[in-house]
């Protein structure tokens, strides 16, 4: 049988220990004979890179292990690259947060102001992993779930569009979990769904279990009074939050009962709770940096201390599941179902055909075939057509180094209230990321 290889791009993230625990626990699925991890910030990527390879050698010492800062190295014979790399940083994502806050807008990093701000340094960085890929192994995917994941998806389908990249989002995942919760199955992969949209801004318009049965009504009487915080996630200890972002979907699907909305809609038609709830001198990212990125770097040392990562707390989670079922699918010609984003071209029929939906489609091993959505309605047609113009217009500014189109971006945001606004928003932002963004005029 084939081995494969991979490399992650993105090798000083939190998250890549999870992915190498969870290629590693699927390896009977898909087996492997290289991992790699890509960083241009060794400094960072090295704190996790010796946990990483005792991982390896523990679970299969013949799959060779390799971290590097070297393009060349890293991209050369790999068959797919999972690529979830954060230009700036944690550093910078609590910049673009406190920034919105400060000028009473929604702090979130790929909602609304921030996460413009966050696409506008993200779409050099996934061009050049792209282009790397394409230079050293033009045969391989890249499985690209770097944030903004829309603004992303719309730079490479415009300036890349024949390359092997499939655009996709674990968050539906993770709420797919909580609603076969709520519906009593063991697994969302107990359902079928029915999805369409934007990245972190869609509906579930259907949902079946394997016999046909329909699941919508339980999960939305449900959902009235307890949102998507499911029975499962009560009794643990999610982090505060998320319970928050979960619990508030009961309000959200009050708006339109007709489907079950993603989470994120709370930034887009909440924008005055979030920021009345907001702390502008501690934000998501200050939890991140002070819960996940401390427990991760701290895990990571005692296991490269220790020589063992046995007893170690790292996980597997849907983060890395989905990532692993999708080089599956590409790698076996599965035809599994799952949510992408991808170019529209018709599959909502009353939308436009070049912008990036997020839709269910089929993967095989020549990619992906796009489910057929139909008509949407006019309450949803007309939220995602808002948002994709912003989107298209972050990309517009990019490419042409535009201050007004940058402008009319933040101005036609839901989460921004005027044009005066959207302009001090956009000074700031252009001074916090100076070396980052292409210059302005």
């Known amino acids: ?97 406190k920034i919105a806050l400060k000028h009473g807008c929604v702090g979130q990093e790929t909602c609304g102001a921030g996460g413009i701000a966050y696409g506008m340094r993200s779409i050099a960085g996934v061009l050049e992993n792209l282009d790397y890929m394409e230079k050293y192994s033009p045969n391989a995917w890249m499985l690209n779930y770097s944030n903004p994941a829309a603004i992303v ?30 519906a009593g199955l063991k697994s969302r992969k107990e359902m079928d769904v029915r999805y369409f949209g934007l990245n ?75 920021v009345s ?33 046995k007893g170690s707390y790292l996980e597997i989670t849907n983060h890395a599941t989905f990532i692993v079922d999708l080089c ?11 949510l992408l984003i991808v170019e529209n071209n018709g599959a909502i029929e009353n939308f436009s055909p070049d912008t990036m939906v997020e839709i269910p489609c089929l993967v095989g091993k020549n990619g992906y075939e796009r489910l057929s959505i139909g008509r949407i309605p006019t309450f949803q047609k007309g939220l995602m057509e808002q948002q994709v113009a912003v989107e298209k217009l972050v990309v517009d500014a990019w490419e042409q180094g535009s201050y007004l ?4 971006a933040l101005t036609l945001s839901r989460c921004v209230p005027s044009a005066k606004v959207a302009k001090e928003l956009l000074d700031d932002y252009i001074v916090a990321n100076r070396g980052y963004w292409p210059e302005l005029k």
């Open 405 to 408: 189109k940058l402008w009319q």
């Open 1 to 97: 049988m084939k081995k494969f290889s991979v490399v992650i791009a993105g090798g000083g993230s939190t998250y890549t220990p999870e992915i190498v625990c969870t290629l590693l626990n699927h390896i009977d699925r898909l087996p492997l004979r290289k991992i790699k991890l890509y960083d241009n910030d060794g400094t960072r990527q090295n704190k996790l890179a010796k946990a990483c390879e005792i991982l390896v050698k523990e679970k299969d010492p013949s799959i060779e292990f390799i971290a590097t800062t070297d393009p060349m190295e890293a991209y050369t014979d790999v068959d797919f690259c999972l690529a979830h790399i954060r230009v700036g940083q944690l550093p910078m994502r609590e910049r673009d947060e």
């Open 200 to 274: 972190h801004y869609g509906w579930w318009s259907d949902i079946r279990d394997k016999e046909g049965n329909d699941l919508m009504p339980k999960i939305k009487e449900y959902m009235l009074e307890n949102g998507f915080v499911s029975p499962k996630m009560a009794a643990s200890h999610q982090e505060k939050s998320w319970n928050e972002t979960y619990y508030k979907a009961k309000d959200i699907l009050a708006l339109d009962p007709t489907y079950i909305p993603n989470s994120y809609f709370k930034y887009y038609l909440f924008p005055d709770y979030v």
């Open 328 to 338: 599956i699918a590409l790698a076996f010609n599965t035809h599994e179902r799952m």
């Open 153 to 182: 998806a719309e730079a490479t389908r415009r300036f890349r569009p024949h390359s092997r990249i499939i655009n996709i989002c674990d968050m539906p995942i993770g709420l797919e979990d909580s609603m076969a919760d709520i």
């Open 277 to 309: 709830h907001s702390d502008v001198n501690h934000t998501r990212a200050n939890e991140v940096m002070e819960g996940r990125e401390k427990n991760v770097f701290e895990a990571c040392k005692n296991i490269a201390e220790n020589g063992t990562a």
